[in-house]
């Protein structure tokens, strides 16, 4: 099984300001034949299913706001969220569609300092 | 409108059984993967099962394999997973999630609103 490995598991951050959340995958997760690293990120908000923020590693889904950015390859990955805003306070999931069983990280708890 | 409805959620004892169904709207479900994916009281995501476009193939993360069954119905736009000799540890929301990529595994988009399943001791 390929292991997501999140950190940190929370961080608090100024309104406006930057915040970075990593995951890092057991095996690499980027398919030669391609050149495709097979990661997602989802973001999900108390009481709420988790929403696609980004697939293929770096592509935004539509309607997702482009202060959220998805960067890294093979094994390591990384979300940046460039100015964050009030409403983007949730729990950030990455997720490998690499292989069965696919696996999320332990989630990264995004706070306003 | 894209929409997944789950259904089936409630209290059974350890050892019960329990069936799940999920509704889809609003998009060709014929064509997509469709997925379970849960989540316990307080924790993180895990993939529980998947199921192939027509429901040739169908796939399970280990603790589940051999006591849950996925199935769908695309006459009917609609998703089942039957949960039988149900533990403790399978205590979650159940979210119904389609399959998205061209490839032949998925990132999760649309997601259900989810279902709660307790299992009691």
């Known amino acids: 099984d390929i292991v997501m490995t999140q950190s940190p598991d929370s961080l608090a951050v100024s309104l406006g300001e930057r915040a970075t959340i990593n995951c890092k995958s057991s095996?690499?997760?980027?398919?030669?034949?391609?050149?495709?690293?097979?990661l997602a990120w989802y973001q999900q908000k108390p009481g709420q299913p988790p929403k696609l923020l980004i697939y293929w590693a770096s592509t935004r889904e539509s309607g997702v706001p482009d202060r959220f950015s998805g960067s890294g390859s093979g094994t390591e990955f990384t979300l940046t969220i460039s100015s964050l805003q009030a409403e983007d306070v949730a729990v950030y999931y990455c997720?490998?569609?690499?292989?069965?069983?696919?696996?999320f990280g332990g989630g990264t708890k995004v706070e306003i300092k | 409108e894209v929409q997944l409805v789950e259904s089936g959620g409630g209290l059974v004892q350890s050892g019960g059984s329990l069936r799940l169904s999920c509704a889809a709207s609003?998009?060709?479900?014929?064509?997509?993967?469709m997925n379970w994916v849960r989540q316990a009281p307080g924790k993180g995501l895990e993939w529980v099962a998947n199921i192939k476009e027509d429901g040739s193939e169908s796939y399970y993360v280990d603790s589940v394999k051999g006591r849950f069954t996925i199935s769908r119905d695309n006459t009917k736009n609609s998703l089942d997973l039957q949960m039988n000799s149900l533990r403790v540890e399978d205590t979650a929301v159940y979210y119904c999630a389609g399959g998205n990529s061209p490839d032949r595994w998925n990132w999760f988009d649309p997601w259900g609103q989810g279902t709660l399943v307790t299992v009691s001791s």
């Open positions: 609003g998009f060709i479900f014929r064509k997509y993967w």
């Open positions: 095996q690499s997760v980027l398919y030669s034949s391609n050149n495709k690293n097979y």
């Open positions: 997720q490998q569609y690499y292989n069965i069983p696919l696996t």
